[in-house]
């Protein structure tokens, strides 16, 4: 199997404070995760992708700035949402990219529940 | 361009009924295509994938086959359950990045 995980799975903050997601995965090895944001009853926006030991790429519209990503090994990505504001309230989903055995599939981690306030 | 639609939700099916949830896709060349589910406060999780053309997936008694004569993938399920409730994702994928293109998400409702 492959299995990624989130933590944490909620988190409230209030405005101004940064918040950090951590994105793992538990079985395999990924040197590439990508960042998600849905909205309520909407698809999944890419924000970015996470490459291990270099700079993360951002899809147009996302502010590196105010999205810092890390990903410091094969099986840890990290997302903070720095200066966060209400408006930065949503679920945020990681996924990571399993190319095992010469297949190339996404496994996405549970998700984090970030409100702002 | 690149993209994945599926049809318009929601899905409202009784139980034991058949199901079908269509998506069509525009790619250059022939790229994996995936269905996830999503059920209420939770990630997605995979639930069939096929790599090439006429390749079929299925699991947990859902299937889509590949077809790149019509460029869809649609999904389907001889008898659904309650537990099928869900958000349904098709997707296709990017060899060279990586990255999965969505369709806009199509929601089902079993009742019993």
């Known amino acids: 199997g492959a299995v990624v995980s989130q933590h944490p799975s909620r988190v409230i903050c209030k405005s101004g404070t940064s918040v950090k997601i951590e994105c793992r995965s538990l079985?395999?090895?990924?040197?590439?995760m990508f960042w998600y944001r849905q909205f309520p009853k909407q698809s999944l926006m890419l924000m970015a992708t996470?490459?291990?030991?270099?700079?993360?790429?951002?899809e147009q519209g996302v502010e590196k700035d105010k999205f810092l990503i890390n990903h410091a090994s094969l099986t840890l990505s990290t997302l903070t949402v720095t200066s966060a504001h209400p408006e930065d309230s949503s679920f945020y989903i990681c996924?990571?990219?399993?190319?095992?055995?010469?297949?190339?599939?996404?496994?996405f981690g549970p998700g984090t529940r970030l409100t702002v306030l | 361009g690149n993209s994945v639609t599926q049809m318009e939700g929601p899905v409202t099916l009784s139980e034991e009924a058949f199901l079908t949830i269509n998506c069509t896709y525009t790619?250059?060349?022939?790229?994996?295509l995936f269905w996830y589910v999503q059920y209420p406060g939770e990630g997605l999780q995979l639930l069939l994938k096929a790599t090439k053309a006429d390749d079929k997936g299925s699991n947990k008694g859902f299937e889509a086959t590949y077809r790149k004569e019509t460029t869809s993938f649609h999904l389907e399920k001889g008898s659904v359950q309650v537990s099928d409730s869900a958000v349904y994702f098709c997707a296709r994928g990017s060899s060279n990045t990586g990255k999965l293109i969505f369709g806009q998400g199509t929601t089902l409702q079993v009742k019993p």
């Open positions: 790619a250059t060349g022939y790229p994996s």
């Open positions: 996470s490459n291990e030991g270099s700079k993360a790429t951002y």
């Open positions: 996924s990571a990219r399993d190319r095992r055995g010469g297949s190339d599939t996404q496994y």
């Open positions: 079985d395999f090895q990924a040197t590439t």
